[in-house]
């Protein structure tokens, strides 16, 4: 990493200790943890992809947790496994077919649409253990400390930022990895003419589900710390098509194909709606939703290539300027 | 089991009804795509501002209802040739997800301006249509209403298809898009016909739609997934293949939540949905 890279993960990580008031640390922290885990989405979306059902893996990460914890005194940490497991099955289990059958561009996006909404419902009509709608609360184990290991609590805000940090980072170098390896460049040849790819010998259906389990796992990881750091989660803000949309725009609003892209739409999503709602107050509901979608509409239109990575095209342009005068 | 259970066979009416009312939205959409290639993912949208102008026509400003079902249709109708000149046009030439995912932007913009500008509670345009006993079960005469209403739009719209100059100028567009300018015919202007017909189509359902439900900004994630699953099922652009559709997820969601609980009739559709995906990509009669 560059000296630049380096200083600014260095005041990143300091800045709590400066003295964060504990909301603005909130903030950060969700930054970090959507941008964790629209970089998730972004690992499979970059690369033809695109899938609206994101919501699935989220959901099922942060419900298989909070049920083992409330229900059967299920650590999250074994929970955690458990959760992996179950988003690979159902990666794989969509997954296969959808290769293997080329379901590709339009058709595939509606499969997974379909899918965030399975389990949404699946979640709702299982009320009696889930809660349904209204939601549920891991049971806390904060009561007599302020922090206990064993059921994935804390209530430093502090602590959690670390943690989130280091998923963050950890989120960024998987990215990095599938980027410098030889299947996004197969996938990339494949998302252009999938058949010219298979025919050269590409094992189109192998690379297509490997970068899809790798999206989904850290999708799940996103959903698991979500639960325990929120303690709370309904159907509607891990699940479901909502929060599925959400994570495919904020990707795109930063721009999928850099690194630092899906994050960068996180921390726009969020700012934009803190903004709002410190100018104009709590009143007017969903007008920083209404800009949002605005933008959203315009970013496709005008900027397909997202805030950073429209950003970065035009440094690398302005850097690419001839600097000798022809003689 | 008793198979003539009475309230079964109410169940599998009731699957009809609404399988009417499904081919009707999916008129619209199957429309748009068979002849511009674009899914109007915020098409829900469009009828829940379609339901809206009606409440405040008829409720508000206390507008006959017939005269504000046939404003709400003009306005939807003007609503989808604006979205395809200011939205759809732009992104005519880029990939094809681009197109998916800005009518997905659309969708969140409506919503939210719904929510913006009418409020989260629900409004019910208040009108109670009677139900009508048929040999022990209830017919609601809003479903029987929507569901003549679907078929004669379905009716109305084959037959503009097939017998006007328009139409065939549709249709043709819709066979071979190149060709058409050196046919002398705009295809920019038959697009543009389409998206305000498209948009006729789904002013007529939040016409049908608001006599039976409650009006609120989310309500587009209620149908709107489903109307995309019906296209795809039957095929997209292929209108025959979304009339079966309709109906068969009709019937899933209907007699699946009479046998369980109603999530999950929508859980088997889904999952249906899925499992007809893997056997035919295409859809049931796709074959683009």
């Known amino acids: 990493m560059t000296s630049a890279r380096w200083l600014g993960l260095a005041v990143l990580a300091l800045a709590p200790l400066a003295g964060m008031g504990d909301y603005p640390l909130h903030l950060l922290i969700l930054c970090l943890l959507w941008g964790f885990v629209y970089t998730g989405w972004a690992i499979m979306g970059r690369l033809g992809m695109v899938s609206l059902g994101h919501g699935a893996f989220l959901g099922i990460g942060a419900y298989v947790v909070v049920m083992g914890w409330n229900h059967f005194h299920l650590s999250p940490w074994l929970g955690l496994p458990l959760a992996l497991a179950a988003a690979a099955l159902v990666a794989v289990l969509i997954g296969y077919p959808c290769f293997r059958f080329k379901i590709v561009g339009h058709y595939f996006a509606l499969v997974t649409f379909a899918l965030a909404e399975v389990v949404r419902l699946i979640i709702v009509a299982l009320r009696d253990t889930t809660g349904g709608s209204l939601g549920v609360t891991p049971q806390t184990a904060l009561a007599k400390s302020a922090w206990s290991l064993g059921a994935m609590q804390c209530s430093s805000k502090l602590v959690w930022f670390y943690i989130i940090l280091a998923v963050w980072l950890f989120g960024l170098w998987v990215w990095n990895r599938v980027d410098r390896s030889m299947a996004r460049l197969a996938l990339e040849a494949i998302a252009h003419e999938e058949d010219a790819a298979a025919s050269v010998g590409m094992n189109v259906t192998r690379l297509k589900l490997s970068v899809t389990l790798i999206s989904a796992l850290l999708t799940c990881l996103g959903g698991v710390l979500y639960a325990q750091y929120q303690l709370y989660v309904n159907p509607e803000t891990v699940s479901g098509i909502g929060i599925s949309l959400q994570i495919v725009y904020g990707a795109i609003a930063g721009g999928m194909f850099v690194r630092l892209g899906p994050t960068v739409g996180a921390a726009f999503t969020l700012l934009l709606a803190e903004a709002l709602r410190l100018w104009l107050g709590h009143d007017i509901h969903g007008l920083d939703t209404t800009i949002y979608g605005l933008m959203l509409v315009l970013f496709i239109i005008f900027m397909p290539k997202g805030i950073l990575g429209a950003g970065l095209e035009a440094y690398a342009k302005r850097r690419r300027v001839p600097r000798t005068a022809p003689a | ?288």
């Open chain 2, 1 to 288: 089991m008793h198979i003539f259970d009475i309230f079964l066979l109410e169940a599998i009416v009731n699957g009809i009804l609404l399988g009417g009312v499904l081919a009707l939205l999916a008129l619209g959409l199957n429309l748009i795509f068979g002849v511009i290639n674009v899914v109007w993912i915020c098409y829900a949208e469009l009828i829940m501002i379609g339901m809206y102008a009606v409440y405040y026509l008829h409720n508000v400003y206390h507008w006959p209802l017939a005269l504000a079902f046939a404003c709400c249709v003009l306005l939807v109708a003007v609503l989808g040739a604006l979205l395809h000149v200011l939205v759809i046009r732009p992104v005519l030439s880029a990939e094809p997800i681009n197109q998916l995912l800005v009518t997905g932007g659309v969708l969140f913009f409506l919503q939210a301006l719904a929510t913006l500008a009418f409020g989260i509670e629900f409004k019910n345009v208040g009108i109670r249509l009677p139900a009508f006993q048929l040999g022990g079960m209830y017919v609601s005469v809003a479903r029987l209403l929507a569901f003549a209403a679907a078929l004669a739009g379905m009716v109305g719209v084959y037959l503009f298809l097939r017998r006007t100059y328009l139409g065939t100028a549709i249709r043709a567009i819709a066979q071979d898009r190149g060709i058409m300018p050196l046919m002398g015919v705009n295809p920019n202007r038959i697009f543009v016909l389409t998206s305000a017909l498209g948009g006729a189509l789904a002013g007529l359902a939040s016409c049908l739609l608001v006599l039976q439900y409650d009006i609120h900004p989310a309500i587009g994630l209620t149908f709107g997934p489903i109307t995309f699953m019906v296209c795809v099922l039957g095929g997209l652009g292929n209108m025959v293949g979304g009339f079966i559709a309709a109906f068969i997820f009709a019937q899933f969601i209907s007699v699946g939540g009479y046998f369980l609980a109603l999530e999950w009739g929508y859980v088997l559709a889904f999952l249906f949905f899925i499992g007809v995906m893997f056997w035919r990509p295409r859809g049931i009669l796709g074959g683009k």
